[in-house]
């Protein structure tokens, strides 16, 4: 059963359906969120495929539960956990904000199908924004929240290509790599589903919190935590397991060794789903996660082509988005990429696709330091390399 907002005042009402409620499916909400917070996901949806509906699993006695679950499941069960009221109040506030806010509960016909396939669905989810991206193909693309320059571009410039497909781009609003997708994606029709480790009205990271509402507008925003819910350690594991559910591969763009992508990659392959990596420098910490995955079975990517047609999509009008292998596609408000004809650079030569230090660049260039100092610079004002930790020098983009 999907709960929604109600209309404003003097609109035309939407056409009738059967899964839709405003005020008038309060007490059916009610009982979700008593379930939900009552016992964990497993054991829900034990009852559930057992008993029927959440208030078909309250209106049983104490002793038929025990035959279903442990004794203190059973007297959780019993009575309503003392927070129900307020986060029935905080859920009905919050629906009243918008009419693009949804609760879709397992089952309902809005529900992703995508999720039904996996082990552990959500018993429900809160959506704020287009919640028709839940039918169309998706790609998770997620990362370090650290990333190089070039990993950002990437991550961006795959997020643009394949949201210029019709795919929708599903990331988890993190600094770095997640939020470089999010900015890709909202460039192009496919946009993007952000998938929340919060309550869904606490946007978290507080840097995303504009990001965030453009995805809201533009795209989805998606929990399947009781509103409130702060941004807890244990909660970001659970969300992962959400982004990789929802789509249909999942591109690992950088990642160090101990990561949570690792993890979205992991659960991506329990799923059934594709796992992709992009390779990267083997002196960066951000490549060793990626290099990992490739040497564990991920397809090695070079260009958004590997991936489909490892998905074998067809594209129904014969065209083909642009490869940012070929052209980088970059959101309006990132920096521009320059033209990769031209002259090549000697400078850029000298450096090739792994970071260098000052020295090595003067051993390579022969260029007396003070002339490649101020060329480096130039570089770097023009977008074309970025300055690294430690005196390292490293390539953007198609530089």
Not at 110 to 121: K, V
Not at 289 to 294: D, P, Q, T
């Amino acid at each position: 059963m999907a709960f929604s907002s109600p209309e404003p005042a003097f609109t035309e009402p939407p056409p009738a359906t059967d899964h839709l409620f405003p005020r008038a499916g309060e007490d059916e909400l009610r009982a979700w969120l008593r379930l939900v917070l009552s016992v964990g996901r497993v054991t829900a949806r034990r009852l559930l495929s057992a008993l029927g509906t959440p208030q078909q699993v309250f209106d049983n006695p104490v002793e038929t539960l025990r035959e279903l679950v442990t004794p203190a499941q059973a007297q959780a069960l019993s009575a309503p956990p003392k927070e129900l009221e307020r986060c029935l109040a905080q859920t009905l506030n919050w629906l009243d904000g918008g009419v693009d806010r949804h609760v879709v509960t397992l089952g309902d016909p809005l529900y992703p199908a995508t999720l039904l396939d996996t082990a552990d669905p959500p018993l429900l989810l809160h959506l704020r924004g287009r919640h028709e991206l839940l039918a169309r193909p998706g790609l998770a693309v997620v990362g370090s929240r650290n990333p190089s320059a070039q990993g950002a571009d990437n991550a961006a410039a795959f997020a643009r290509f394949f949201s210029e497909a019709g795919w929708t781009i599903v990331s988890g609003l993190a600094l770095g790599i997640d939020g470089a997708a999010h900015e890709g994606a909202l460039a192009g029709p496919g946009s993007t589903m952000a998938v929340l480790g919060t309550g869904i009205d606490r946007l978290y990271p507080a840097r995303h919190h504009a990001l965030a509402l453009r995805i809201a507008a533009q795209g989805l925003l998606i929990s399947e935590f009781p509103m409130g819910t702060p941004p807890l350690r244990e909660n970001f594991p659970q969300r992962n397991r959400l982004i990789a559910g929802l789509t249909r591969g999942t591109l690992v763009v950088e990642a160090a060794l101990q990561s949570g992508s690792l993890i979205t990659a992991r659960l991506a392959v329990e799923s059934g789903r594709e796992v992709f990596a992009i390779p990267g420098s083997i002196h960066a910490p951000q490549s060793r996660g990626c290099h990992a995955l490739i040497k564990q079975g991920a397809k090695l990517v070079e260009s958004a082509q590997d991936i489909l047609e490892e998905l074998q999509m067809v594209q129904k009008n014969g065209s083909q988005p642009v490869d940012p292998e070929r052209k980088a596609s970059k959101p309006a408000s990132a920096t521009p990429l320059p033209a990769d004809d031209g002259p090549p650079d000697a400078v850029l030569a000298a450096l090739g696709h792994d970071a260098a230090t000052l020295d090595m660049l003067i051993d390579r260039t022969g260029w007396p330091a003070p002339a490649l100092a101020a060329r480096l610079l130039e570089l770097e004002l023009e977008g074309r390399l970025q300055r690294l930790p430690g005196g390292l020098y490293q390539r953007r983009g198609l530089a």
